[in-house]
Structure formats: structure tokens, C-alpha cells
């Protein structure tokens, strides 16, 4: 028998290699000899780069960069099985969570240290880079990143601006001399979590602002300074992308990797599927076993098991869910796919217990599923 394991981390607790291992200690105690293919998932977002490099015996590496706010930071990227591809998490750079709730303030934060991440990865040889942006704590459009880069932002003294989008009222025009030649030889993807436009009511500035700290001031500065650095970028470089679904994620970074790198922007699980072959590794299984932490109506939203589910619905595999906990809405997984959810809590008990004893309670349940008649 042929099982597929394709969970995502559960997010706090276990990577999505160590669900793995814990899915097929159950499976192995009541089928020793199956054939069991472990596919450590992500959806682009926290974990991608964990899981593309356990899937493709990869390495992870550490580059001290600069953060959202100049402190220095050390991030972690990764370098795919092939040792050209490199995998980046903006947020490991330039996230939310490194700035602490009192110094939040994206009119100054930048994205820079990101930029300096995909220059470790030039220097090591890297031309193809998956990058997954999200969870920011910048609004800069991805300026930092770009000037990391070696694009100058320059204003109407011919000086160049400073970090962050409080700043981008003042951009003149892009000074592109300097740009890394190695960028053109260099493919990028670009895993979004969210698919709004650059600005407008439904843009970086007016949905993510507030988190980073904006007040309803600051956004209308944001959102307006964005619209002129669109403008710019328009003129000079004749592309008009601010509308472009995935622009305004990552405070703006989606439209920068467009701009300057001419990245192609995907749904972040699409990205994961493709590179780990996903299809390819469904062709003829008997069982797909996914889950995540918490399965319920967002799962169909793009999340790991959804795409999972569909990836094996297309070569006719059913797919089992193994979750630390089921919402509402975890119906609609149904018709895409899923032949069921479990949730891996036997008794009641605190999510505490649940994540510190998530291992065993992962196996126990995936056992318990073996030997459902189903697979009899
Ligand atoms: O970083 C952000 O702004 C949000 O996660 C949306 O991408």
C-alpha cells in the first residue's frame, strides 16, 4: 500500500517533517511494510522554507541582516536540494514580529534586510529564488528591498530617500545604474498570503496598516504615498502593476518584486505543490494523509490541505485530515477532496497539552484511522 504524507506544520508545536514522522509511526503500527512517501507541506507562509528544504535535501542558512527598524537581525533562508534555488521568508527579515508593539510604525520600517537576504543567496550561487512575503512589518513597497538591491530612490535634491514608506512622497525618480547585474540571470517566484492591490481602500496601506501600527493618518499618508510611487514606477519603467492581485502584500513588497525583479506572483500552496512535485508523487497512491493545526472554512481559502486535496482529487487518491483541532465550516472541505477530518484530541484537554503531547496524539490517531475498515 502507497500513503502519502503531505501535512503542513501545526504551527507552534511540530514542523511539518515532524508530523510526518509522527503519521507514519502510526500507520507503520498497523501497516509495518507500507510504502510511505513523506512530503513535508506549507502554504508559502511561515514554514516554507523548512519544508522545501526537508523535501529536497536542501540546507538552511543564516545571514545577519538588517531589520524593520535597523536593528540587526539574524535570518534564516534556505538553499534547495538542486543548490541553485534559494527559498526566502521576508518575515525572517522584515516581519511583524520582530518589532516590538511599542516601536511599530511603518512610515519608517523597511524591507531592506530582505533585499539583503536575496543577495546572500547571489553570493552563494543561487539564480532561481521562491520567496514568500507576509506577515511584514513594512509598508515601504517593497522600496528597501529594491534599494538593497542597488536601486537609488532619489528625491528632487538628487539625495536618496530614507527608509520607509513615510518617506516615498518624496521619490523624484529611481536611479537604476547601480542595480546588481547578477539579477538578470535570476527567475523569481513569489509566494503572497493575501491578494490585494497596492493601494486603494482594499490595499496594503488601509488593510495591513493598522496592524503595523498606522493610525487612520498615517494610513491615508501611506496609502497616498504608495500611489506615488506607483506613478513613478509607471513613468520610469512603463509598468502599471499596482493593481495587480498580490501587489499590496507584504506592505507592498508583491509590487516591488514585480517591478524590479519581474517576479511572477502565485498563490503561495501552488508554489509548494509545484516545487515538490506533488503531483508527480500522488500518481498511484492508495491514501493521502494532509492536516494542520486547525482545519476549518479558511482551509478552502488556499491553505495546505486544501490544495493537497485537490492535487489528489485530480489523480483520483483519497485524502484523510489529521488536525489538532476542527472549526466551523471544515464541511466544505468535502467536496474538494476530503474524505474526512480527525482531530487528533482524545479526551478534553488544553491546547498546551495538546501541543506538547502533539506526537503521540498524531500517531495514535493516525492508527486509530488505519484500522477503519475503510482501508481493510
Ligand atoms: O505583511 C502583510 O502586510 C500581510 O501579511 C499581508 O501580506
Do not use: W
Request: proline share 4%; hydrophobic share 40%.
Amino acid at each position: 500500500m502507497k500513503i502519502v504524507l503531505a501535512p503542513d506544520s501545526f504551527k507552534g508545536s511540530l514542523t511539518a517533517k515532524e508530523v510526518c514522522d509522527a503519521m507514519e509511526e502510526g500507520i507503520r503500527r498497523v501497516i509495518p511494510a507500507a510504502d510511505i512517501v513523506k512530503i513535508p507541506m506549507a502554504d508559502g507562509g511561515e514554514g516554507t522554507v523548512q519544508s522545501l528544504v526537508d523535501t529536497t535535501g536542501g540546507q538552511i542558512l543564516t545571514e545577519v541582516v538588517t531589520g524593520p527598524i535597523g536593528q540587526k537581525v539574524t535570518a534564516k533562508y534556505g538553499i534547495l536540494g538542486d543548490g541553485q534555488t534559494a527559498v526566502i521568508e521576508m518575515a525572517e527579515a522584515s516581519g511583524l514580529y520582530l518589532v516590538p508593539a511599542d516601536k511599530r510604525n511603518p512610515l519608517l520600517t523597511s524591507t531592506y534586510g530582505t533585499g539583503e537576504l536575496i543577495r546572500a543567496a547571489l553570493d552563494r550561487g543561487c539564480r532561481k529564488f521562491i520567496l514568500g512575503i507576509g506577515g511584514s512589518a513594512t509598508n515601504d513597497g517593497g522600496a528597501g528591498m529594491a534599494q538593497a538591491l542597488g536601486v537609488r530612490f532619489i528625491d528632487s535634491n538628487n539625495q536618496e530617500l530614507p527608509f520607509g514608506g513615510g518617506s516615498l512622497d518624496k521619490l523624484e525618480r529611481l536611479d537604476l545604474s547601480a542595480v546588481d547585474s547578477r539579477l538578470a540571470e535570476c527567475s523569481f517566484t513569489v509566494a503572497c498570503d493575501v491578494d490585494n492591490p497596492l493601494t486603494g481602500p482594499q490595499g496594503a496601506s488601509h488593510i495591513f496598516g493598522p496592524q503595523k501600527g498606522a493610525t487612520p493618518e498615517m494610513i491615508r499618508l501611506l496609502d497616498a504615498n504608495l500611489s506615488h510611487y506607483a506613478a513613478v514606477v509607471e513613468k520610469q519603467l512603463n509598468r502599471s502593476i499596482q493593481n495587480l492581485p498580490g501587489a499590496g502584500a507584504a506592505g507592498g513588497l508583491g509590487f516591488a518584486m514585480v517591478a524590479f525583479l519581474n517576479a511572477v506572483l502565485k498563490r503561495g500552496i501552488d508554489i509548494v505543490i509545484e516545487a515538490t512535485d506533488l503531483p508527480r508523487q500522488v500518481m498511484g497512491a492508495d491514501l493521502v494523509l494532509s492536516g494542520e493545526g486547525q482545519c476549518d472554512g479558511q482551509t478552502v481559502r488556499g491553505k495546505t490541505p486544501f490544495g493537497v486535496a485537490k492535487t489528489a482529487q485530480t489523480a483520483g487518491v483519497p485524502v484523510i485530515l489529521i488536525a489538532g483541532s476542527i472549526g466551523q465550516g471544515v464541511e466544505e472541505l468535502y467536496s474538494h477532496g476530503v474524505c474526512s477530518v480527525f482531530s487528533i484530541v482524545d479526551r478534553p484537554m488544553s491546547l498546551q497539552e495538546a501541543m506538547e503531547r502533539a506526537v503521540e496524539l498524531i500517531a495514535n490517531t493516525v492508527e486509530r484511522v488505519m484500522r477503519t475498515r475503510f482501508l481493510a
